[in-house]
Every structure is written in C-alpha cells, then in structure tokens.
C-alpha cells in the first residue's frame, strides 16, 4: 500500500504543473490590464507603467511562469496584487472556513442521501422509491445561487429563524476568539457563542450540500439494488437471518465502494465549487476569495487558490482509494 500511495503522490507532480500552466495562460487571456484596475482608467500612463514594471508584468509570459513555477517549488505562493498581502498568509486565514461549510455539507448529504437510498433500494417501485427518485432529480437540477437565495427568503426574511449570512452575528463577533479557524470547534470551549456558531452554517452547509445529496441517493441507491440481487445475499435470507442483519452487514457493507467514491469526489467539487454558495451567505472562504482575485484580475490569488484547491482534492481522491482496502479484503494494491 505504501508503495502505491508513493507512485500517487508523484503523479501528483505533473497533474499540478498541467494545472497551474493552464491557469495562468486563461488569466493572462483575459481582457484588461491589472495595473489600469489597480489605478483606475484615469491613471497616467507614466503611472501605470511604472507599476507594470514593478509587478513584472512587462516580461514575456513565459518569463513570468518560469518565476511562478520557481516560486511554487519553495513553497511560495506569491503576494496579491491588490493588497500586497502574501498568498499563504491569506490561504492559512481563509482555508479553515471553506473546510468547515464543506465538512458539514457532506455530512448533510451523507446522513440523509445514504439511509433514503437504502430505503429506496429496499422498497423498491414504491411510492418512498419514486419520491426518492423525484428528490434526487430535482436536487442535480436546482441552481445553487437559486436555491441559496429561495433559501434566505425563506427562513432568514420570511420567518427570521436563521442569519442570511456570514459565520458570526455582529455582537458575538466582538467577543469571539478563533482559536483554530474552526469556528464550530472553537465554539465548543466558548458555549455562549456555539449555537451562533451553528445558526450560521445551517443554510450555507443545505445549499452546498443539495446536490452532493441527490447524486448519493441515486448512487446508493444503485449500489444497493445491485448488491441485494446477489447470491450472497439469497444465501443469508436462506439461513434465516433477519433482513436488518442481511442490508446491514451484508449489502451495505459490499455497496460501499462506489458510495465512498462518491464521497470523496464531492468533497474535493465542493472545496473549489463553493464559490456561488459563499458569495450568496458573505461566507469568507477561498471560493468568495478567488472570486474576488478574478474581479481584481488579482494572478497571485487566483493561482494560488485553484493550486491549492486542485492539490486538497487530489490528496482527498488518494484517500479514498487507500480506503478500499479497509472496506473490502479482496482488494490489494501493489
């Protein structure tokens, strides 16, 4: 195992330099010149030359990515444009918030998609299967900015049960201390601000996680019909086992595979696809960020923060396959 873990690790090489030559070529395709947006249009030219030639923007773009490539490979990141602050310093203050709303969106998926698929598969043409079916279809298809903002009418301006944004209340801002980032868990050593804490990751978390629910209760649900049609599965009804036992130790357990895959791909989408969600609920994460990076045609930021992303999901889809093993015996990796 840890051989093949060593062989994706190195294959992880080229994958990132594919990526970040790719980014930086469509930045540098854009329209526009960083330095005008900078200055403004009514900047001198003399002005404007003088930061060109201070960002280095005035090299061939070759030269540029070589300096990028070089900077990357010591750990560097690179300094914004816009406010002068150095990449990793923003990705270390801004990471943590991105992790925790896709944390706790999976989670929203996983708990409810897996058991209403299991369900589905087991009351097979059913009504509960067809409005399995209907839910999942229906999830794929919403717009995420729709269902965000359908979201904040309804239980944020309509009933005023949840906050329609951000990852604090102004009053509990001022009195709350981030320990590690984590504000749920940094919630959990200061109680009178938890369930703020709490309040403001409900709607963010339902709407990131909508779709990554619908895909895995189709996909559990597959995975499971498949599975309870085996032999191995008759043999244990035969024995007089009871049917929890047979769908819980028998078919779950073998239906697991492509589930788990599912997981891990969604997780690593929802790092980098975050970015409508975020903007939606003011969420101060690396999808929000480089948003911004791209309307301040900001390079650093947004190469910064697709590399990262791209790196997060790669490690998270090395996981998953290491995880196959644990879940099934038979595989070995070689």
Avoid: C
Avoid at 65 to 89: A, C, H, M, P
Avoid at 110 to 117: A, D, S
Avoid at 213 to 227: C, K, Q, S, Y
Avoid at 316 to 328: I, M, R, T
């Amino acid at each position: 195992m840890w051989s093949y873990a060593g062989r994706r690790l190195l294959s992880v090489i080229p994958v990132l330099f594919g990526i970040s030559l790719l980014v930086f070529l469509f930045l540098h395709l854009i329209p526009g010149d960083p330095a005008v947006v900078m200055l403004g249009e009514r900047a001198g030219p003399e002005r404007i030359a003088e930061l060109r030639s201070k960002l280095g923007l005035e090299r061939p773009l070759w030269e540029q990515y070589l300096l990028f490539v070089g900077n990357l490979l010591r750990g560097d990141l690179g300094t914004s444009i816009f406010n002068q602050l150095t990449i990793n310093e923003q990705l270390a203050r801004r990471w943590p918030a991105t992790f925790e709303l896709a944390i706790a969106a999976t989670l929203f998926a996983v708990v409810i998609g897996i058991p209403f698929g299991i369900l589905a598969a087991v009351r097979k043409n059913t009504l509960l299967d067809n409005l399995a079916t209907s839910f999942s279809l229906l999830g794929v298809s919403l717009p995420v900015f729709w269902l965000g903002l359908l979201l904040v009418y309804l239980f944020a301006v309509n009933l005023q049960w949840l906050p329609a944004g951000g990852r604090l209340s102004i009053d509990v801002d001022a009195v709350f201390k981030p320990i590690t980032g984590f504000y749920v868990l940094d919630g959990l050593f200061q109680p009178q601000s938890f369930w703020d804490v709490v309040r403001h990751l409900i709607l963010p978390a339902m709407t990131l996680g909508t779709i990554p629910l619908a895909i895995l209760t189709r996909i559990t649900r597959g995975a499971m019909l498949e599975v309870l049609s085996q032999d191995y599965v008759r043999t244990a009804r035969a024995k007089g086992q009871t049917e929890r036992l047979v769908i819980w130790r028998h078919a779950l357990k073998n239906a697991l595979l492509p589930v788990v895959t599912i997981i891990g791909l969604q997780f690593g989408t929802l790092l980098g696809g975050a970015i409508l969600t975020e903007t939606i609920f003011s969420w101060p994460g690396i999808g929000s960020w480089i948003y911004e990076g791209i309307l301040n045609r900001d390079y650093p930021v947004v190469q910064g923060g697709v590399i990262f992303v791209a790196l997060v999901f790669v490690v998270v889809n090395l996981v998953v396959d290491l995880s196959y093993a644990l879940l099934d015996p038979r595989i070995q990796y070689r």
